[in-house]
């Protein structure tokens, strides 16, 4: 199984609302990513997590906040979002940080749209 | 990491090789090259990567000048799916994806 999943495919929230976007990986990778991809720009990283842990931060606003529970799982808990964080997220895991190459398998993403 | 150089876009008949070009003129010794593509509202997909040898694999072949400081992905016979954006990135043990611009490839039937 080489495929990185992600729900919801799309979502629709509220500036007030709580929500929250799960990718999932079967692959045993140990490191997972979270990027965001505005229309007609390149992926931009903003999470790194390696065993678990949260490795890079690019300085991402509180109101996103990841978690990773499991080494096969990776959250993102949305609070408080602005309309300019309508983007899609994309999900990335790779065998593990540090490695001599970095092969990152991506996941399909999740349209968010705040309104 | 090296910053990487590519055109906004590209054409390409269908059937022909399409050559897509990425300066990397900083590129430190121990940085691979990388190439992946994102098809329209798709996660990005891994192409090939490369050091210091040329690469081929079956979705295409990666040409590294022997100064490092540039590279050429090949697309051998360039088909209607292989329209996206395709992204070059030279990246060092350990550190992570800065995706730079990308060239956006339209393969024209």
């Known amino acids: 199984d080489t495929e990185v999943t992600q729900t919801p495919k799309h979502l629709v929230m509220g500036m007030t609302n709580k929500k929250s976007l799960k990718c999932e990986q079967h692959m045993g990778h140990r490191a997972m990513y979270w990027y965001k991809q505005k229309a007609k720009k390149p992926p931009e990283l903003m999470f790194v997590?390696?065993?678990?842990?949260?490795?890079i931060n690019e300085s991402v606003p509180s109101r996103f906040s990841p978690e990773c529970p499991n080494s096969s799982l990776l959250n993102l808990h949305l609070h408080a979002l602005q309309p300019e964080d309508s983007a899609l997220y994309l999900c990335?895991?790779?065998?593990?940080?540090?490695?001599?190459?970095?092969?990152?398998?991506f996941g399909p993403g999740t349209r968010l749209t705040v309104l | 990491d090296a910053k990487t150089t590519q055109p906004t876009s590209m054409d390409c008949a269908e059937g022909r090789a399409a050559n897509l070009p990425c300066n990397h003129s900083?590129?430190?010794?121990?940085?691979?090259v990388y190439w992946y593509r994102q098809i329209h509202s798709q996660g990005p997909q891994y192409i090939i990567h490369g050091l210091k040898n040329n690469e081929t694999n079956e979705m295409a072949s990666l040409i590294i000048t022997e100064d490092r400081k540039s590279s050429t992905l090949i697309l051998p016979h360039a088909t209607l799916r292989d329209t996206a954006v395709y992204y070059c990135i030279a990246l060092s043990t350990g550190n992570q994806f800065y995706f730079g611009t990308g060239t956006s490839l339209t393969v024209i039937p």
């Open positions: 997590y390696s065993y678990e842990k949260l490795s």
């Open positions: 900083t590129i430190s010794g121990n940085e691979y």
């Open positions: 990335a895991s790779s065998q593990e940080v540090g490695r001599t190459y970095n092969e990152q398998f």
